[in-house]
Each structure stands twice: as C-alpha cells, then as structure tokens.
C-alpha cells in the first residue's frame, strides 16, 4: 500500500524568507500524481501544487515550486517570500493514475513570523 | 457556484446516536468523495461515488456507516451507533471524472460525549 510521510510536524518561517517542506512516499507504482494541500484554520483544503509523475520537470506555481525526485521518492515544496497569509497545515497527497484512493501525509503546521 | 458545502459545520451528539451529514458538490462534478481526519492526521479515504454510484469503500468505513448519492447530486453519509472513536473532521470533495484535482469543502466536524 502507498504511503506519504511528512518528517516535520512544524515549520517556521520569517515573512519574505523561503522555506521547504519534505515529503517522502512509498510505491511500487511508475504512474501516479503527487499534490501539495494547504489548509488554512477553519477553512477548507485548497490545491496548491501537482506534479505528474511522467514529468520530468518541477512543477511551479509563483511563489510554489516543488523538488520531485523520482528514484528517491521524495516530492518537497518550497515556499519563496513566505507571506503571512502561507500560514496553515500543509498535506502532502499521493493518488494512483488508475485509482481515486488520494493518500494523504500526516501535514506539516507552517508558521509564518512577521 | 461558491464550491463544496457541507452541511452542519459542527455536530455535537451522544454516544450511541445517529448522525448525518451532507455534502453539496460542484455543480456537475460526477464524482465525490468522503474523507475523514482526525487531530494531527491527514485525511483519510473513506468511500467515493461516481454519479450516483459508490464505487469504492475503505475498510474503514465500517458495517455502522453508510453513504448515498440518490440523484447524483448531493451525498449524506451517516453513522449509526456513533462511538467516541468517529469523532473527528468529516470532509467531502468533488471533482470532474478524469480530473486530477479534487475540491474540498469545508468540512462537518463531529464530536461524540
């Protein structure tokens, strides 16, 4: 079964600074997609970032850029000129391509310091 | 359309009750999804529809819990017999077949004394 791990339960950043969270995953799997959620107190979980496994490239959006490593099955996001408006849990999420089951990591809690 | 709605936000109830919960979609998004997350964990599948029809189910959606998609449209899960062991944030999501995208309400939180 797959599996997402998300090392870091907190993570704190300066406003304007740049900070990563890691994500590994477990998968006998070549096709799949990985997503990164956010999901700010009391309100719901919004995509921030995808990647399709058969890419090559990292994905970025804006400020959101990810490190995806295939053979080493890890998918990290970083975060550029953090804003205090970044500041929320963040769930790593792995879904099969033939499969609806989206696995999801523990999060990481992001705080953003002015 | 203003997204996924969820319907209570918050539901306090008694061991031993039945609860309801329901979801409102995307407007023509044909598949949905139940999810359930406990305090410091992420979200965990529990079940999804395609149109009205449930086409998976996690184990852990137990013999006490039940889902339905009647029209295609809205979904309820409930839980019978609740046990302090369901409370938890219950989370509906929706998106179009062939979407990788999946959008979330904001979920029912459930507590169970």
């Known amino acids: 079964a797959q599996t997402v791990t998300q090392s870091q339960p907190e993570m704190s950043v300066q406003e304007a600074e740049t900070v990563t969270l890691s994500c590994t995953y477990d998968?006998?799997?070549?096709?799949?997609?990985l997503f990164w959620y956010k999901q700010p107190p009391s309100r719901q979980m919004i995509l921030v970032i995808r990647q399709e496994a058969y890419k090559q490239q990292n994905a970025t959006e804006n400020r959101f850029s990810v490190n995806f490593q295939k053979a080493a099955k890890s998918f990290s996001l970083k975060i550029s000129d953090s804003q205090l408006g970044d500041a929320a849990m963040y769930f790593c999420?792995?879904?099969?391509?033939?499969?609806?089951?989206?696995?999801f990591g523990a999060g990481t809690r992001l705080t953003v310091k002015p | 359309d203003t997204g996924v709605s969820q319907n209570p936000r918050h539901k306090i109830t008694k061991r031993g009750q039945n609860v309801t919960f329901r979801c409102d979609p995307i407007?023509?998004?044909?598949?949905l999804y139940w999810y359930r997350q406990t305090l410091g964990q992420g979200p965990e599948f529990l079940t999804y529809?395609?149109?009205?029809?449930?086409?998976?189910k996690s184990r852990l959606l137990s013999d006490r819990f039940s889902a339905e998609r009647p029209k295609g449209s809205f979904s309820t899960l409930e839980i019978q017999r609740t046990e302090q062991g369901d409370s938890a944030m219950y989370l509906c999501?929706?998106?179009?077949?062939?979407?990788?995208?999946?959008?979330f309400g904001q979920g029912t939180r459930l507590t169970v004394v």
């Open positions: 998968t006998s799997e070549s096709d799949y997609y």
């Open positions: 529809f395609q149109n009205e029809a449930q086409l998976e």
């Open positions: 407007s023509e998004h044909n598949r």
């Open positions: 999501a929706s998106s179009f077949v062939g979407d990788t995208e999946a959008f």
């Open positions: 999420a792995y879904r099969s391509y033939n499969n609806n089951d989206m696995r």
